[in-house]
């Protein structure tokens, strides 16, 4: 059975950090791409950065310099380590994995920003 199960959301003030986590079970995690996306109320969900199988990682503008996505192969875990985090980020984080046709999601993780 596959799971995704994103952690560590919460409630953080302008300029803080925050760590998410995904754990993956149920599949080969080292195969897949992973991904994480977000989304608000009434919008798209937005892809905000994807690490790949053999470790290269990419970013939207709106988090460069800001977000780091990483992964653990050895513990089925991608992170996504924000700082310098803004209200603008408030939004259901979600992790997402990919290997060829096969997608899977996690059931997100609320971040809100706010002081």
């Known amino acids: 059975q596959v799971q995704l199960v994103e952690s560590g959301g919460g409630l953080v003030q302008p300029g803080g950090s925050l760590r998410l986590s995904c754990a993956a079970s149920g599949f080969t995690f080292s195969m897949y791409h992973m991904s994480w996306y977000r989304q608000v109320p009434g919008k798209e969900r937005e892809w905000v950065a994807r690490?790949?199988?053999?470790?290269?990682?990419y970013y939207a503008d709106s988090v460069k310099g800001r977000f780091t996505i990483s992964r653990d192969n050895a513990k089925n875990t991608v992170y996504l380590q924000m700082n310098s985090l803004k209200p603008e980020d408030t939004a259901v984080y979600y992790c997402?994995?990919?290997?060829?046709?096969?997608?899977?999601w996690g059931q997100g993780t609320q971040v809100t920003i706010s002081s």
């Open positions: 997402k994995a990919e290997f060829r046709l096969q997608n899977y």
């Open positions: 690490i790949i199988s053999f470790g290269s990682t």
